[in-house]
Structures are given as C-alpha cells and as structure tokens.
C-alpha cells in the first residue's frame, strides 16, 4: 500500500468516527493538559457519578425528540418532583411514600405533556414551555422561595451507597440504560417510536394508535424525571426551588450532541451516553479551570455545533 492509499484509508475509517467521539476524546486530551487533577480517579470517578442524573433525563428526551417532539419542561418538573419527594418523606415520615410522590410528580407532568401534544395538536416547544412555567411556580408556592431541608438519611444514603465498589448512581443509570435500549431497540413500542418521527401517516394508516404512544413516550419521560429527582435530593441532601434550572438545555444539548436527529424519527442512544459524558467533561473541566458558570452556558452551545459541524463535514465526503 502506497502513502497516499495508507492517508486515504486512515481519512476514511477517521471519517466513521461519530462526531461526538471525537469531540469527547478532544475534551479529555485537552483538559488532561491543562489540569493537573482532571484525569486522576477520584475526578473520574466524579464526573461518572455525576452524570447520571443528566443521563435520566436525557434518556428519555432521546425518544421525545425521536417523535419530532421537545420537552423544555424536564428541568422545572425535575426540580418540582424533588420537592414534593422532600416534603412528603418529611411531613410524613415515610421515605418510600416520598418517593413514590416524587415519582408521581413527574409521571404526572408527562401525562400531561404528552396528551396536550397528542390530543389538542399544540406543538411540543409550546406545551412544555407552558408546563415549565407550571412547574416552575409550583415550586416557589410550595417552598416559598427556600430550600427544604432535613430530608430523610436513607434518601441521602443512595447517592453515597455502592455495591461491589461501584457508585449506586451508576448502577442505576445503568439499569436505566439497558431498559430504555431494550425497548427502543428490542420491542414493536421502539419500532413505533422510530415510526412516530419517520412516518407518522403510515403509523396511523396501519391501524395503530399513534396518539396513545406519543402520550406514552412523554409519560415515560416524566417518569425518568421522578427517577432522576431522587438522585438530585439525595445528592443535595435537600430540596431547592432553582435546583435544575437549565437541566433541560443540557439534556438537549447531549441529545444533539450524541447524533439524535431533530426531523427523521432517527435516533441513538450510545451517541446520547457519550454527549452526556461530553457535557459532563466539560462542566466538569471548565470547573476545575475556575471557568464562571454563565460562559459555561456558552461553551455548552459551542460542544453542540462542534459535533454537528463534524458529522457535518463527516456526512459530505
């Protein structure tokens, strides 16, 4: 094999690299360099712990956006669902009852998310703009504006737990994971997810009930927000009305990141993992670099179009 074949052949297997690889492994080689502490263990180790919450919620916003749907809710009723999960675990000493309301919180959100979008027509941006507000001001009346506090130990012991040596955070996510690619990939539910943003006239022309399945994955999305809320109060150890705020947008943004498309009913849910590692990464580095949290909003958006404009050039050649 000659140079030139050799360059040509290295350009092409270079060129099926997904874009959010590259942008990944780029942050990890970079923030290695410029911090001294970003590649120890324990950093590691934080960064994975830390991202599974951001995983719950992207998980789920995959499918939504799969459907040609958006959820710009999900960080307001996170924080929402961590609240009622506080106060009823508080007020009535009960912590599974306080889980099972913060669970219901969520779920409850996305019921009513899905069927506003499913029955009334009303685009997805608007609907869940609506509920973010919602939320949003539930929040504010219940706790009045302040953080609750004295949440039970056994909801503070889960984020600390681990089994085997691994973080109870990760095997939950994980868990999570292997359940939502099993039924995206392994149950007539993902074909018809796959169909609701690819063909939904043809979903509907086979008889089957397209509107019922879209309040479904919406349903299942505030359900993963309850999930994810429980990580949230247990890692705080309290409950604050502004605790999420913006979860939504990196949700999204690791979903745009991992290759999801917006207008294809195509999705991917190993790109989403790995957009969700490469915004932990970097909030994670722009931490430890003293970078101010408002340019870390900006440098969020920056991942997003680096990816894109690399599956971009990638998608040409």
Do not use: K
Request: glycine share 12%; charged share 5%.
């Amino acid at each position: 094999m000659t140079a030139s074949q050799s360059a040509t052949a290295g350009f092409s297997l270079i060129s099926r690299i997904p874009g959010v690889a590259i942008v990944l492994a780029a942050l990890i080689i970079g923030f290695g360099i410029l911090s001294a502490n970003f590649l120890s263990a324990g950093n590691i180790s934080n960064i994975l712990v830390q991202s599974t919450i951001l995983l719950l919620v992207a998980l789920p916003m995959t499918l939504i956006i799969m459907t040609e749907g958006l959820d710009l809710s999900a960080g307001a009723v996170l924080t929402f669902a961590s609240i009622i999960l506080a106060s009823v675990s508080i007020s009535t000493g009960s912590v599974w009852m306080g889980i099972l309301a913060g669970l219901g919180a969520g779920l409850a959100f996305g019921v009513l998310n899905g069927s506003l979008i499913a029955l009334l027509g009303i685009p997805p941006f608007i609907v869940t703009l609506g509920t973010l507000g919602v939320a949003q001001g539930l929040s504010l009346v219940v706790t009045d504006g302040q953080s609750i506090v004295g949440i039970p130990a056994v909801i503070e012991g889960l984020y600390s737990a681990s089994a085997l040596g691994i973080p109870l955070p990760i095997i939950i996510s994980a868990i999570a994971y292997l359940l939502i690619h099993t039924l995206l990939y392994h149950t007539p539910f993902g074909t018809y997810i796959f169909a609701l943003g690819g063909n939904r006239e043809a979903l509907r022309l086979a008889g089957l009930p397209d509107r019922a399945i879209l309040i479904a994955v919406y349903s299942l999305g505030g359900l993963m927000v309850g999930f994810a809320a429980l990580l949230m109060t247990a890692r705080m150890n309290a409950a604050h009305p502004t605790a999420a705020i913006g979860m939504e947008f990196d949700a999204i943004a690791a979903v745009a990141v991992g290759g999801t498309s917006f207008e294809r009913g195509d999705g991917w849910l190993l790109g989403t993992l790995l957009g969700v590692l490469a915004v932990g990464v970097l909030r994670n580095g722009l931490n430890l670099l003293a970078v101010p949290s408002s340019v870390q909003v900006a440098c969020i958006g920056g991942l997003v179009l680096a990816a894109l404009l690399i599956d971009g050039l990638r998608s040409r050649t």
